[in-house]
T-cell receptor
Framework: DQQVKQNSPSLSVQEGRISILNCDYTNSMFDYFLWYKKYPAEGPTFLISISSIKDKNEDGRFTVFLNKSAKHLSLHIVPSQPGDSAVYFCAASRTTDSWGKLQFGAGTQVVVTP | GAGVSQSPSNKVTEKGKDVELRCDPISGHTALYWYRQSLGQGLEFLIYFQGNSAPDKSGLPSDRFSAERTGGSVSTLTIQRTQQEDSAVYLC?????????FGPGTRLTVL
């Protein structure tokens, strides 16, 4: 069963505008969430994370929001740049389960157009 | 510093043959993970090692898959009697805390 879902397989956004990527999860035991970016033929690159004790974490152009009651998180990228074109994966883990294995969503392909 | 490295970067094999995939984690990282990504799919957890504890093998899809980690560092993922459905990109990650850092992956193609 897919415990982490990214329902939008693709997103197109204009350079300079905001990209909003969404992720839903079903397991209420997840307490740590991460976003990764992946270019073709490369491994995923860590972007930003958030613990369940927070509802927002910001790092430069990237902000992650967590809504525990809705079991929903989102990644905001502003302003979007052409180099942001990649596949973005949402991941979740249970840190109480040792360091925990990551459960990944299927990914969202972001294309930033000039 | 050096990141996670994996070898080979590409492997083409014939159905029924055994393959070994290697992962060199970031120095000092105590946890090591294997995932795979099949075409058009997300990343699927396979196995993880944490220090000297017994590995979590709950994601291995069949008993043809095994992995070991020698000396708490390098890991080898072995797939015996490969099948066409084993074709995927196999990714290794390591961590010291909650954040996992990934290698570039090994693309396995089973003909």
């Amino acid at each position: 069963d897919q415990q982490v879902k990214q329902n939008s397989p693709s997103l197109s956004v204009q350079e300079g505008r905001i990209s909003i990527l969404n992720c839903d999860y079903t397991n209420s035991m997840f307490d740590y969430f991460l976003w990764y970016k992946k270019y073709p033929a490369e491994g995923p690159t860590f972007l930003i994370s958030i613990s369940s004790i927070k509802d927002k974490n910001e790092d430069g152009r990237f902000t992650v929001f967590l809504n525990k009651s809705a079991k929903h998180l989102s990644l905001h990228i502003v302003p979007s740049q052409p180099g942001d074109s990649a596949v973005y994966f949402c991941a979740a883990s249970r840190t109480t389960d040792s360091w925990g294995k990551l459960q990944f969503g299927a990914g969202t392909q972001v294309v930033v157009t000039p | 510093g050096a990141g996670v490295s994996q070898s080979p970067s590409n492997k083409v094999t014939e159905k029924g043959k055994d393959v070994e995939l290697r992962c060199d984690p970031i120095s000092g990282h105590t946890a090591l993970y294997w995932y795979r990504q099949s075409l058009g799919q997300g990343l699927e957890f396979l196995i993880y090692f944490q220090g000297n504890s017994a590995p979590d093998k709950s994601g291995l899809p069949s008993d043809r898959f095994s992995a070991e980690r020698t000396g708490g560092s390098v890991s080898t993922l072995t797939i015996q009697r490969t099948q066409q459905e084993d074709s995927a990109v196999y990714l290794c990650a390591s961590s010291l805390g909650h954040t996992q850092y990934f290698g570039p992956g090994t693309r396995l193609t089973v003909l």
